[in-house]
């Protein structure tokens, strides 16, 4: 397998907060976060273009925060600070592993980030360097999947992935009911159609009108993003119905 070309010039990788928890309940993994940087090292030297977009669930959402009574718009800005947060601790992780790396945000915040700039974000792909996508979309009311559907489209990804916790989509909760079935492929439309939990309804939207294929693959399993890179079929993929 390990000889197979790429089959990805450029992805826009999704990265939940809670991604970075790995088994706590608050904040950072150090070691999560350094064996994800890895992946994300490995799939950038084997010559993949990679962006990345960070939630910030394991610090703040705006919603958690408005049913405790906070202001929404606050609260949305609190969870958009997050995301910097956990950028720049896979920054500091890819760094120390040699990478190189540009944090851009969406919200203006330049001494500690640049801003969010597609062109100059395409140059920084081209030229080899990591570029992770901090703030979401800079605006209240959406979140990081909706980011991520959004910069994937700007920046002419081939491919979005979502890392989650689970290997794909079920049509039940795998931990709940034993015979929950995997889906291999599903379309946009059957996504939207049936609720199922994959990415909130306007970032699939997005990826259905201009044609984003979608990847949901499960980031606790090693290698998996090089094996999905190299044209195995892990996961779930979304994309336009045959
Ligand atoms: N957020 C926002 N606008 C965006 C993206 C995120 O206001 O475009 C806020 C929102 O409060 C969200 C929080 O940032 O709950 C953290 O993002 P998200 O919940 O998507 O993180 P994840 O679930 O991926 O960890």
Known sequence: MTDKPIKYRRILLKLSGEALMGRMDYGID???IGRLANEILDVQKAGVQVGVVIGGGNIFRGAGLAEAGMDRVTGDHMGMLAT???ALAMQDALEKLGAQVRTTSAIKINEVCEDF???????HLEKGRVVLFAAGTGNPFFTTDSAAALRAVEIGADLLLKATKVDGVYDADPKKKKDA???EKLSYDEVIARNLQVMDTAAIALCRDYGMPLRIYDMTRPGDLMRILKGQAIGTLVHAAA
């Open 181 to 183: 079935r995997r889906y």
């Open 117 to 123: 700039i597609r062109r100059r974000v395409v140059r």
């Open 30 to 32: 150090p070691e999560v």
């Open 84 to 86: 910097v947060i956990n």
